[in-house]
């Protein structure tokens, strides 16, 4: 449960980071990146933790990874994770 919170707090910290790039930018295409980088890291990444490794350790942090990018996307309503790209016109 612990590394959950952990895995969380690390997509939240990824997200804050590269959503500082994104809007330094300002541009499209740097939008678009910055949600693939993010689903890739927040889905894929938990993916691949929980059904590739199979340990305690890494299904808690990939279910933190998913759970992290999930509840970003519906608290901002996509503005986070770039799901929602009219919001940044």
């Known amino acids: ?4 919170f ?5 997509y ?3 997200n804050v980071m590269v959503g500082l790039v994104v809007l330094g ?14 689903a890739i890291l927040g889905i894929g990444g938990g993916l691949a933790l ?5 340990k305690s350790w890494s299904l ?3 279910l933190g990874l998913m ?9 901002s309503a996509g ?5 929602n790209p009219a919001m940044y016109a």
């Open 6 to 10: 952990a895995g969380m707090f690390g």
């Open 67 to 75: 759970l992290g990018w999930a509840i970003a996307s519906i608290v």
């Open 25 to 38: 930018l300002a541009s499209t295409v740097a939008i678009g990146v910055g949600a693939g980088v993010l």
């Open 79 to 83: 503005y986070c994770t770039g799901l």
């Open 1 to 4: 449960m612990g590394l959950a």
């Open 50 to 54: 929980v059904l590739l490794r199979r």
């Open 60 to 62: 808690g942090l990939g």
């Open 12 to 14: 939240f910290i990824v």
